[in-house]
């Protein structure tokens, strides 16, 4: 199994801030990469595909970034409902594993 | 606007078998990778597998080899249902199962796939 690592696994930051999460894979995944996002008793959300492409809806203080084994999601402008866990995807090969989550809290 | 709903038991007892559906609405259950993925309770995701549903390859699965023995998916076209079955259940299975579509896109000669829609996710505890 490819085994994906996130850190941090938890951070703070404030409105307005620009917060960044990184994602590494234990072997190249070329682009294979999705981020989803999770709000406290809701189901993920997709925010980011193939590690730069933008879900249709979501708003574009979101983006991805990465190729290989390291990745990277970034929020501009952080807002209060950004509150959330964030997850990465790799989607290269089965089984299509997750990385632990990132918990973001507002300051 | 596709919408996917879990269903079943939500309790049920250690070494049976835990049985879910996913239905799906305002879309089309052809084409796409049907996705089961299961969080326990305060941890996070874990992918347990898909079915497949187009044409000649129809009802492909790919299951989590960590959980392959013991899981079996299917498609019910007519009712635009697919279903989750678990068998031998233990505590260490208690989590909210979710359902997702497995879409796939091309994007400069390539394949990429991803969840672009989920279901609100049903709870399942096992216990006697």
């Known amino acids: 199994d490819i085994h994906m690592t996130q850190s941090p696994s938890s951070r703070s930051a404030s409105v307005g801030d620009r917060v960044t999460i990184t994602c590494r894979a234990s072997?190249?995944?070329?682009?294979?990469l999705n981020w989803y996002q999770q709000k406290p008793g809701k189901a993920p959300k997709l925010l980011i595909y193939?590690?730069?492409s933008l879900q249709s809806g979501v708003p574009s203080r979101f983006s991805g970034s990465g190729s290989g084994t390291e990745f990277t999601l970034t929020i501009n402008s952080l807002q209060p409902e950004d509150l959330a866990t964030y997850y990465c995807?790799?989607?290269?090969?089965?089984?299509?594993?997750f990385g632990q989550g990132t918990r973001l809290e507002i300051k | 606007q596709v919408q996917l709903q879990e269903s079943g038991p939500g309790l049920v007892k250690p070494s049976e078998t835990l049985s879910l559906t996913c239905t799906v609405s305002g879309g089309s259950i052809s084409s796409y990778y049907w996705t089961w993925i299961r969080q326990p309770p305060g941890k996070g995701l874990e992918w347990i597998g898909y079915i497949y549903n187009s044409g000649t390859y129809s009802g492909t699965t790919n299951y989590n080899p960590s959980l392959k023995s013991r899981v079996t998916m299917s498609l019910d076209t007519s009712k635009k249902q697919f279903s989750l079955k678990l068998s031998s259940v233990t505590a260490a299975d208690t989590a909210v199962y979710y359902c997702?579509?497995?879409?796939?896109?091309?994007?400069?000669?390539?394949?990429?796939?991803?969840?672009?829609?989920w279901g609100k996710g049903t709870t399942v505890t096992v216990s006697s």
């Open positions: 193939a590690a730069s």
């Open positions: 072997q190249s995944i070329s682009r294979q």
């Open positions: 995807q790799q989607s290269y090969s089965p089984p299509n594993t």
């Open positions: 997702a579509r497995r879409v796939v896109v091309v994007i400069a000669n390539s394949y990429y796939y991803y969840m672009d829609v």
